[in-house]
């Protein structure tokens, strides 16, 4: 049975007792009397406190006290109690028992549906998927439904539409409305050979695309599951909440026990008097706010993140981003675009672009993407590569037409004499923020070329942000000093660390973290130990998938601005969670007192069924704050000046 169901069951048998509490004054009875209550709360106790009694039972069989266990022990004493009375002809309080369940169950209706605002980020974001699609087989255009899409059939987009799965576009060209999935207002221009993201809104033009990933490998699908994942983990402050509920619980039962010898054996109030106290500390007491403070919290800061275009993974990633005194970079599209280009050729450049292409026709670095581009541009014909070899950090060699031929950076050349004129060459083109690679063949070098990869247009804005808030900012790269330090210079960096090889770069991390919590932010398959290795692990949107499997906060919109924004978040987030368990302590320490009849010799006291309502809006207060985090601000970006 639901717990509205429940609560409703409560509140209907509870209501005639009510009603005789406000009338009695004025002589009115309910029929039955004493008999009717029993038979009201009976049902009370049985099927809506019932789920109580079964959780703080099991609990008890395995030695250990949970929330319902106070619930269980408050209104059982109750209701016990005033079916002695009846028989010893002694005031009852079978309405305590009935108010107390009603008004646990109203806070627990309360939660209920707060925590179903809270996260229908993840429903939402399932019913952004378009429910079937025009695909093109055998010459023909058919509607299918999603489920039958498989990956490389080609997909129509008409305009208005929503795009069914992922994939790139073969034809046509239209601007997309991506903003439910990045959170990004403006529509994106979209051309043959753009990757476009399921669930996004085709604009005004028509175009086809071939599907490239469906079903669960989509991006709003793994959107989703990280969702999902990220609302029901928990944050390491929550195993502290645990602990001190286990305690808080056994306490509890014993200042209750003492409530009741203090009265009635000291000051000699009555049996009935002295369980009242002793009961109404018990309500009051159940920690429910406290078990509430962590997940709420968690569940709507990370839903909020998701509509931003920002997936926090789990709770540990808050708690740890609160303490991150250290950002580091790669550069290669994190702070750079990611998409180099050939700007000079020094030697001869048919050979020197005919020997580099020919030596890195077999690899996907970005260099190699850049110097095999210029080569087809410049109708250079490449050579078939034998016995080649990649060598870490450094470059390849191989045989080209016989004989041998290496390209890489300056760690290839121990054995090779550069002359004084290359070298002032290499400086140069350095000091313009260029990445220089030498070309070489049998033990001469026959040329260098230049290669310039960007910065971002946003990255000195992002660097900006971390640094006005105190943040230590670091690129790790594995390129030359020279460069490196000129594109730290472009866009702000406090410090480089070059020439690092990619399996040094999670050592470099641990170097960092000595002096503080340190997040690295990456894009690539290289950044993954980095990723792993740092106290947090922001991936790129773009990345490769190890890479964002690798992070504990995942950019959709590859924005480096949102590092700043899924920092602020973050710390939101938590500070709200920490904001959480300080009321709900506070709550209980203030409670336990009054509900005892610590005050009551100046007239302020608490009855149970008070009591019940009391700790019924302590929860309430407790899911509203977090549920508030959806109206919490988020500072810009700061431009710098």
């Not at 590092?563 to 710390?571: C, F, G, I």
Request: net charge neutral.
């Amino acid at each position: 049975m639901t717990i509205t169901k429940r609560f409703w069951i409560s509140l209907v048998f509870s209501l005639p007792m009510l009603v005789e509490m406000i009338l009695k004054p004025f002589g009115w009875m309910m029929p039955g009397g004493e008999w009717t209550m029993l038979a009201l709360t009976t049902v009370v106790m049985m099927v809506a406190a019932g789920p109580f009694l079964q959780s703080a039972w099991a609990s008890f069989k395995k030695h250990h006290s949970n929330m319902d266990t106070l619930v269980a022990v408050g209104t059982t004493t109750a209701y016990v109690y005033s079916i002695y009375a009846m028989a010893t002809n002694q005031p009852v309080f079978f309405e305590s028992a009935a108010f107390v369940t009603t008004f646990v169950l109203l806070g627990q209706v309360f939660e209920e549906r707060m925590r179903n605002n809270a996260s229908n980020a993840v429903e939402k974001l399932v019913n952004l998927q378009a429910k079937d699609a025009e695909v093109v087989r055998d010459g023909k255009v058919i509607k299918l439904p999603l489920s039958e899409i498989v990956v490389g059939d080609i997909i129509k987009v008409r305009p208005g539409e929503k795009i069914a799965v992922d994939g790139q576009i073969v034809s046509g060209s239209s601007t997309i409305d991506e903003s439910m999935i990045t959170g990004e207002s403006m529509p994106v221009e979209k051309k043959v050979g753009d990757s476009v993201v399921g669930a996004t809104v085709n604009g005004t033009g028509t175009f086809t695309f071939r599907a490239g990933k469906v079903g669960q490998n989509t991006m709003l699908a793994q959107i989703v599951e990280l969702v999902k994942k990220a609302q029901n983990s928990h944050a390491p402050i929550q195993g502290l909440t645990d602990k001190v509920s286990g305690i808080f619980v056994p306490l509890v039962l014993m200042i209750a026990i003492l409530t009741f010898l203090v009265w009635y054996v000291l000051i000699g109030a009555s049996v009935a008097s002295s369980l009242i106290f002793a009961v109404s500390v018990v309500v009051i007491a159940c920690p429910c706010a406290l078990g509430l403070a962590t997940p709420t919290a968690l569940m709507v800061g990370t839903g909020r993140s998701a509509r931003m275009g920002i997936l926090i993974k789990n709770g540990e990633v808050l708690e740890a981003v609160n303490d991150v005194k250290t950002v580091v970079f790669d550069k290669t599209g994190t702070i750079t675009v990611g998409k180099p280009q050939v700007t000079d050729v020094i030697g001869d450049a048919d050979k020197v672009l005919q020997l580099a292409a020919s030596l890195e026709q077999s690899s996907e670095h970005p260099l190699a993407t850049a110097i095999i581009k210029k080569a087809k541009q410049s109708g250079v014909p490449m050579s078939p590569a034998q016995h080649f070899q990649a060598i870490e950090g450094k470059g390849v060699r191989a045989n080209i037409d016989g004989e041998s031929a290496f390209v890489g950076n300056d760690k290839l050349l121990a054995d090779v004499t550069v002359s004084d004129a290359l070298k002032s060459k290499m400086i140069a083109l350095q000091q313009q923020a260029k990445t220089v690679v030498f070309v070489g063949q049998g033990t001469q070098i026959v040329g260098l070329i230049a290669i310039q990869d960007a910065p971002k247009s946003t990255s000195k804005e992002a660097i900006s942000a971390l640094k006005s808030q105190g943040l230590k900012t670091v690129m790790l790269t594995g390129d030359n000093s020279a460069v490196s330090k000129a594109i730290a210079d472009q866009v702000g960096i406090d410090e480089v660390v070059a020439n690092v090889l990619p399996a040094d770069k999670a050592n470099q991390v641990k170097n960092f973290q000595q002096s503080g919590k340190v997040a690295f932010v990456g894009d690539g398959i290289n950044d993954a130990p980095a990723l792993s290795t740092a106290d947090v692990g922001i991936a790129m949107g773009s990345g490769t998938d190890i890479a964002i499997e690798s992070g504990g906060i995942v950019l959709v919109k590859n924005d480096l601005r949102d590092v700043y924004k899924a920092l602020e978040l973050s710390k939101k987030t938590f500070n709200r969670i920490k904001l959480n368990l300080f009321w709900a302590f506070v709550y209980n320490v203030l409670g336990i007192p009054v509900a005892a009849g610590v005050f009551y010799f100046i007239g302020m006291t608490l009855s149970p069924e008070l009591a019940g309502l009391a700790m019924a809006l302590s929860s309430l207060s407790v899911v509203t704050s977090s549920v508030l985090l959806n109206r919490t601000k988020i500072a810009e970006v700061p431009v710098p000046s």
